[in-house]
């Protein structure tokens, strides 16, 4: 069962504009909701991360926007840049008996010039 | 940077043998995994550890085994390969779950 669900899949996006990537999760074991970015080859790194004692974390161009009745988050990517090309994941701390985080499916993003 | 290493990187052997990825972290974390990962697709947690003599199935079924015998270290075992196990496994580590997961770059198996 999925319960990370993150959207779109793939996101074509002209340099300078705005990436919006979703995530929509189920139950939580707490409030802790990264983005991790990756490129080919690469491991995934920490991108942003937000712990909803507030409802937007902004670092630079990266925003995270949470919605906790809705149990929705989103990454905002500003003036995206073709070095922003990669793919993002989502991740929530799934609860169900032990405390992990459970990753989204991952959007593929390319920023064209 | 993160303090955690995968080693080999690429490998490709041939079926029924045995192989072994390691991976080791310098940063004392006690939460370990390991991640399976088809090239562009979503990550598929297989193993995971809270700690020396603590391992635990993930979400997706594998035929692969683990050990946690020293803090730092975290071996990945398949006792026979088959072309199904061909895929990249990464290997993570964090002070909890509520911290950063920190990735190694990852092990491409190809099984021929």
């Known amino acids: 069962q999925q319960q990370v669900k993150q959207s779109p899949q793939s996101l074509i996006v002209q340099k300078g504009g705005i990436s919006i990537i979703n995530c929509a999760y189920e139950?939580?074991?707490?409030?802790?909701f990264p983005w991790y970015q990756q490129f080919p080859g690469k491991g995934p790194a920490l991108l942003i991360a937000?712990?909803?004692?507030?409802s937007e974390k902004k670092e630079g161009r990266f925003t995270i926007s949470f919605n906790k009745s809705a149990k929705q988050f989103s990454l905002h990517i500003m003036d995206s840049q073709p070095g922003d090309s990669a793919t993002y994941f989502c991740?929530?701390?799934?609860?169900?008996?032990?405390?992990?985080?459970?990753f989204g499916a991952g959007t593929r993003l390319a920023v064209h010039p | 940077e993160a303090d955690i290493y995968q080693t080999p990187r690429y490998l490709v052997i041939g079926t029924g043998k045995k192989i072994t990825l390691e991976c080791s972290q310098t940063?004392?974390?006690?939460?370990m995994y390991w991640y399976q990962q088809d090239p562009g697709m979503e990550l598929h947690l297989i193993h995971y550890?809270?700690?020396?003599?603590?391992?635990e199935k993930g979400d997706l079924s594998s035929e692969s085994t683990v050990s946690r015998i020293r803090t730092e270290h975290f071996p990945l075992t398949l006792e026979s390969a088959r072309p199904s196990h061909t895929s990249q496994y990464l290997c993570?580590?964090?002070?909890?779950?509520?911290?950063?997961?920190?990735f190694g770059e990852g092990s491409w198996l190809t099984v021929v």
């Open positions: 993570a580590s964090s002070e909890s779950v509520g911290h950063t997961i920190y």
């Open positions: 937000i712990r909803p004692d507030v």
């Open positions: 991740a929530a701390p799934i609860s169900g008996g032990y405390n992990k985080l459970i």
């Open positions: 940063m004392g974390h006690d939460k």
């Open positions: 550890s809270y700690g020396v003599n603590s391992t």
């Open positions: 139950n939580t074991a707490f409030d802790y």
